[in-house]
């Protein structure tokens, strides 16, 4: 136990009475970068959400290194998924990230220069000093995503859980994105990453998780990134695509 990060018992949630997630168990190395992968609609951010208590699930708990995550918040940071964010409101990109710091510092503290120094540092880190002044609806999607990821990394937790990093970054970010990856588990930190190209799974992560609303597999990738649980996890969604393209003869 002494070597789990995360561990999920039992978890069920649904939506309107449908299952999202199903019985899900599931054990988190220290120190993985990991994937969760699976179709749309699988239950992939919904995961993410439930362990952290943003979802309340029907049944089942989490625990972080043996606790609750109301004991362990503070080592733990979260990176949504960039379409869930208002990036209208009226703030910059230093301000932003600066806002990372707030969990250890306090919310009636005024950030310090060691705050401002270390949000400099986070943003120098994903190529973002440049925009330090810009307003954070003035960015591209790749710069938000960016921005996201420096705000994380000053909180300098233990723990990080990215939803879709990925999604719709150029080139340059996507570097970006993995060069801060491997940094962090080099540093021993424990990343769970919802993922949704299977190219490149192999190439950015040590871990991956399976999901379709059930757990299918988990665990290293020479292990259980195998053409069987491609198939068990992504069987619907091909039977599916068939099924509406097959030609009528």
Sequence with gaps: ???????VNDLT?????????????????LGVLMAVVGPNGAGKSTLLKAMLNLVKPLTGRTFFWGESYQVNRKRIAYVPQRGSVDWDFPTNVLDVVTMGTYGKLGWFKRPRKEEKEKAIEALDKVAMLSYSNRQISQLSGGQQQRVFLARALVQDVDLYFMDEPF?????KTEKAIVKLLEELKNMGKTVVVVHHDLQTVMEYFD?????????????????????????????????????????VI
């Design 167 to 171: 999604q719709g970054v150029d080139a």
């Design 13 to 29: 949630v649904a939506y309107h009475k449908k299952p999202v997630l199903w019985d899900i168990d599931l054990k988190i190395p």
């Design 207 to 247: 871990w991956v998780t399976f999901l379709n609303t059930i757990l299918i597999d988990y665990g290293p990738i020479y292990k259980v990134f195998t053409e069987e649980n491609l198939k068990k996890t992504y069987r619907s969604a091909i039977d599916s695509f068939y099924k509406n393209n097959r030609k």
């Design 1 to 7: 136990m002494d070597n789990i990060a995360v561990k």
